[in-house]
């Protein structure tokens, strides 16, 4: 699916299509990428805000495409376990250590469970 994208998104829009091939991101999880993307039910570009608590110090803007997933998955009240599997496979295709995404994707399933899965409902 392609959205016709507003030409003050669309050099962010285009690097992170570029990201696919230089961190050669899986077909399967760019799919996820672009459903966040191109989804008519939030606006990434205005209620992305990054890694909530968590800044990725190594990529040029707060549009790291894991997060990206990552809060569409939690704005649309969907950020449950399945959600932090995805955050997490998302980070290893992006280069993130294990380590690293072991401890993100398991801080945002213990916040979830504890605390911002009953301010959705």
């Not at 995805?86 to 504890?114: D, N």
Request: glycine letters at 4%; charged letters at 25%; a neutral charge.
């Amino acid at each position: 699916m392609t959205m016709r994208i507003p030409a003050s998104r669309l050099s962010e829009y285009r690097r992170i299509l570029k990201s696919f091939d230089v961190f050669d991101v899986p077909a399967e999880l760019q799919e996820l990428i672009l459903e966040a993307l191109n989804s008519e039910s939030w606006d990434w570009f205005e209620d992305c805000d990054g890694c909530t608590c968590v800044s990725e110090m190594h990529w040029p803007t707060k549009y790291f495409p894991p997060c990206v997933r990552h809060d569409f998955d939690w704005i649309r009240g969907q950020g449950d376990l399945a959600a932090s599997k995805r955050f997490y496979a998302l980070q290893r295709a992006y280069g993130v250590p294990i380590w690293r995404a072991s401890l993100r994707a398991s801080a945002v399933t213990v916040f979830w469970y504890a605390w911002a899965r009953w301010l959705s409902r």
